[in-house]
C-alpha cells in the first residue's frame, strides 16, 4: 500500500473516532438531560426573576406567566394584592374575540403601568377604560423592568393578535436602558449572549442547573445594579436643594437617572420610530404617556429635560404626547407615589382621569 492509501486510510479512521466520540457525547448529554428532569421536575421555559413567581425569563425577554390567578404580597405597598394573568400574558381578565363595534386601547409599560402595589381595579388602564365607557375594551398589558425596546418589541409580536386601535406607550425615566431584572440575572453581559443563555436554560434542565450552580459565578459580573442613590432619596434633602438632585440624577444613571443622559436618546429615538412603523402598518395609532420620577414632581426644582426630549421626538413624528408631570406637581402636598416612581391608588385615580381627558379631547380613538 503507498503513502496516499495509508494517509487516507488514517484520516478515515481518526474520522470515525470522531463521530464516536460525538455520539457518544450526545448519548451522555440526553441521558443526563432525561435524569436531571427525572429528580428535579424542573417546568421547562420558565425561568423566575427573584421573588416574582408570576414572572418569567424567556427567548423573548421578560414576560407574565400566563393563567396565573394569584394573591401577591406587594412589599412596596405593605399590602397584598390579586394577580390575574389571561392566557395571552397580560394582567386582567381574558380577552374576547374582537367586536367590530369595539374599540381597543393597548396600554404598554413597565412596572408603573402594571401596578405591583394596586389591585387591577386601581391600576391606571383599568381606570382609564371605565372612564371612556363600555364601547372601548382596554388591554393592559405592561410588564415589569421592561424597557422601551421590550415594549416595542412585545408590540411587533402581538400587534396581529391584539388588533389595537390606540396604543398608549407609558414611559418612565429608565425606560432608555435595558431592565434591572436582567441586570440582576446577567450582569454586564452582552445581550447577544443573554438571549443564548436564556434559551439554553429555558430548553434544559441540565443546562440550567449547571447556570444556577456553576456558570453564572464565573461569567456574571459581580456589580449589581447601583442604588447609592436610595439613602440621599430617603433623606429628602432634595426637596429645596439643587445639589443634591443633581447627585442623585448622577448616582440613578443606571435607573431613572438614564433619562437625563443625552447617549440614550438615539436609541430613545429608534424605538419611537419603530413604533410609529408598527403603528402605521396595523392601522393603529400611537400615543406616548410620560410617567415622571417622583423628585421632579415633589422638589422645587423645575427640571423636565427628559420630558421635552421626548417630546420633541414624538412632535416630529406625529405622535401625540401627555406629560403627567404638571398634574402630579400640582398634586404635591399630598402622596400620591409609593416609592420613587409607582403611584399610590390616589396617584393612578389621578392619572387616569388625566389620561382619558386627553383621549377624548384629542380624538385619539377612531
Avoid at 409580536?157 to 388588533?163: M, S
Avoid at 447627585?247 to 413604533?275: K, M, N, T
Amino acid at each position: 500500500m503507498g503513502l496516499m492509501g495509508a494517509a487516507s486510510k488514517t484520516r478515515i479512521h481518526w474520522r470515525h473516532k470522531v463521530i464516536a466520540a460525538m455520539v457518544s457525547l450526545a448519548l451522555t448529554l440526553v441521558v443526563a438531560e432525561a435524569a436531571a428532569r427525572f429528580v428535579f421536575r424542573v417546568k421547562q421555559g420558565r425561568i423566575y426573576p427573584p421573588a416574582m413567581p408570576w414572572m418569567e425569563l424567556g427567548p423573548d425577554g421578560l414576560r407574565l406567566v400566563p393563567n396565573t390567578h394569584r394573591e401577591q404580597y406587594a412589599a412596596m405597598a405593605g399590602r397584598a394584592v390579586r394577580l390575574d394573568i389571561n392566557a395571552d400574558g397580560f394582567r386582567g381578565p381574558e380577552l374576547r374575540p374582537r367586536a367590530a363595534s369595539v374599540r381597543r386601547l393597548l396600554f404598554l409599560g413597565d412596572s408603573i403601568v402594571f401596578g405591583p402595589g394596586l389591585e387591577y381595579e386601581e391600576t391606571v388602564p383599568y381606570l382609564v377604560g371605565a372612564r371612556l365607557g363600555s364601547g372601548v375594551e382596554v388591554v393592559n398589558a405592561a410588564v415589569p423592568g421592561m424597557s422601551l425596546r421590550d415594549e416595542v418589541d412585545l408590540l411587533e409580536k402581538k400587534a396581529g393578535r391584539l388588533e389595537p386601535d390606540l396604543v398608549v406607550v407609558g414611559f418612565y425615566m429608565n425606560d432608555p436602558v435595558r431592565s434591572y431584572l436582567l441586570e440582576q440575572e446577567y450582569g454586564g453581559m452582552d445581550e447577544r449572549l443573554v438571549s443564548i443563555i436564556t434559551r439554553l436554560r429555558g430548553r434544559s434542565v441540565l443546562f440550567n442547573l449547571l447556570w444556577e450552580r456553576v456558570l453564572a459565578m464565573k461569567l456574571v459580573s459581580a456589580e449589581s445594579v447601583a442604588t447609592g442613590w436610595v439613602r440621599p432619596f430617603q433623606e429628602r434633602a432634595w426637596v429645596s436643594e439643587r445639589g443634591v438632585y443633581d447627585e442623585i440624577i448622577r448616582l440613578s444613571s443606571d435607573d431613572f437617572g438614564a433619562a437625563w443622559l443625552p447617549s440614550v436618546w438615539p436609541g430613545v429615538a429608534g424605538q419611537i420610530q419603530r413604533l410609529s412603523r408598527i403603528c402605521a402598518e396595523r392601522h393603529a395609532r400611537p400615543a406616548v404617556l410620560i410617567f415622571p420620577v417622583s423628585i421632579q414632581a415633589e422638589s422645587s426644582v423645575a427640571d423636565d429635560y427628559p420630558q421635552q426630549r421626548m417630546k420633541e421626538l414624538c412632535k416630529a413624528l406625529g405622535i401625540p404626547v401627555l406629560d403627567l408631570l404638571p398634574l402630579l406637581r400640582a398634586h404635591a402636598a399630598e402622596p400620591v407615589f409609593i416609592d420613587q416612581c409607582h403611584l399610590n391608588p390616589r396617584g393612578s385615580a389621578l392619572a387616569a382621569a388625566d389620561v382619558a381627558r386627553w383621549i377624548k379631547e384629542a380624538q385619539l380613538m377612531p
